[in-house]
């Protein structure tokens, strides 16, 4: 049975979640272009922040993360790629000349047939005039990305558990 490490050179937590939120973002960013499975592909990618980062923290310390404690670290890699890929789609609207959202919307709708994909549309580009509707928008996808770390860092804690990991004491 190995030792684990002197607590002065174990890696910082905050490590393991940036490194999970930002792999699990990058591989979101890697799955949204293939069509018709991309949305599914990047909600298993924002699973895999809570994985990753439980599985950093276990690769660097060499002891099981506790269920608690990893679905923490699962939440807040989710808010890590929640962070990140607000940060990607502000810089890429700034590239872009800041384009108006409801005015894209409006235009892809008008590209639809005549066959109710259009009136939906439309009417999600109205909605999206409104900033009631927007804060809803961002809280909902804040509560995806946090709820899907949340279940990575939970299977986390059980796929990447030690064996030979000693019994944590409590103080």
Same mark, same amino acid.
């Given at each position: ?70 679905? *923490?670290?699962?939440? =807040?890699?989710?808010? %890590?790629?929640? +962070?990140?890929?607000?940060? !990607? /789609?502000?810089?890429?609207? &700034? ?30 580009? *109205?909605?999206?005039? =409104?900033?009631?509707? %927007?804060?809803? +928008?961002?809280?909902?996808? !804040? /509560?995806?990305?946090?709820? &899907? ?23």
């Amino acid at each position: 049975m190995s030792d684990p490490q002197p607590l002065a050179s174990v890696p910082s937590l905050s490590r393991s979640i940036v490194t999970g939120g930002l792999a699990g973002f990058g591989l979101s960013l890697l799955f949204v272009w293939i069509p018709g499975v991309g949305p599914v592909l990047c909600c298993g990618a924002l699973v895999s922040t809570g994985l990753l980062a439980v599985w950093h923290r276990v690769a660097m310390t060499r002891v099981s993360v506790p269920g608690g404690e990893a679905v *923490r670290m699962g939440a =807040q890699a989710g808010l %890590v790629a929640f +962070v990140s890929s607000t940060a !990607v /789609l502000a810089l890429s609207w &700034l590239a872009a000349g800041r384009p108006n959202m409801a005015s894209l919307m409006r235009e892809s709708a008008q590209a639809f047939d005549a066959n109710g994909e259009q009136d939906l549309l439309a009417a999600g580009a *109205r909605g999206l005039d =409104q900033p009631a509707v %927007v804060l809803g +928008v961002v809280l909902s996808l !804040v /509560l995806l990305y946090l709820l &899907l770390g949340t279940l990575g860092g939970a299977l986390g804690a059980g796929v990447f558990k030690r064996i030979d990991s000693p019994p944590r004491t409590e103080a």
